[in-house]
DNA sequence: CCGATACTGAAGTACATACTTCCCTATCAG
DNA sequence: CTGATAGGGAAGTATGTACTTCAGTATCGG
């Protein structure tokens, strides 16, 4: 077990890389990152309906990325720090792999050479 | 200069997220972790054809995650790891953010508590 | 030279996704 | 109560994306 890629419990990290993807999610997670906001908050600047930010934001929670709650009739929307670990140990994980490569290449150019 | 969000010269974010997205692509950069590797040598496991491959080798040049080149009629495919670089820093630039935030939100709920 | 190998290009298809509009419900302000 | 505000649900559209097949074009082995 040295690829310890399946992490982090349930996102799978394709769901967050594909959130992660739309440009306007990024923009709505840009943001919530100053903070909590209600959909229509973010509908606003974003020049697009609010029904598309509700569906982007149905998206980021799949992903994990962004919680929601409705309290009266306002529907507050937060970031999710913990559903980026996934990613990050995802690449983590690989970078490590390509290093391992790149180092053993040095290896065995100086050991292995003609 | 706080926010050092676009950074690393060309990539745009986007593109690397939406590459990733994909199960297939990330499968190809699986592979490629372990070492170069032909195109063909890539379709085999993957059950798709050659074309498919080469068309998501494409997506991958495109978003800065892999290089290929073509040596005799053999196009050799590499991991490309600076591409990733993109990706954390955003991360890494809006999770600071997060937690700044968060930090805040502990000492208002000190001080400021209805 | 000749057939197999390794791709490349163009085009077509099926499904996903980013939106929209229209309408309906709940809530708050007066 | 009445109207405005905030959002939810359903459906339609338009573009994108992941594939495919069906041709080619180089290149290598014999």
Do not use: Y
């Amino acid at each position: 077990m040295q690829t310890a890629i399946a992490k982090q419990g349930r996102g799978d990290v394709g769901r967050v890389f594909q959130a992660l993807g739309d440009p306007t999610r990024r923009a709505i997670l840009d943001r919530l990152s100053e903070g909590p906001r209600s959909v229509s908050g973010l509908a606003g600047p974003l020049d697009i309906t609010l029904t598309a930010v509700a569906q982007h934001l149905a998206v980021l929670q799949a992903a994990g990325l962004a919680t929601t709650e409705k309290v009266g009739r306002v529907r507050t929307c937060r970031i999710e720090p913990a559903g980026f670990n996934a990613v990050e140990q995802w690449i983590a994980d690989h970078r490590s792999l390509w290093t391992r490569r790149l180092d053993r290449l040095g290896e065995l150019l100086a050991e292995d050479d003609t």
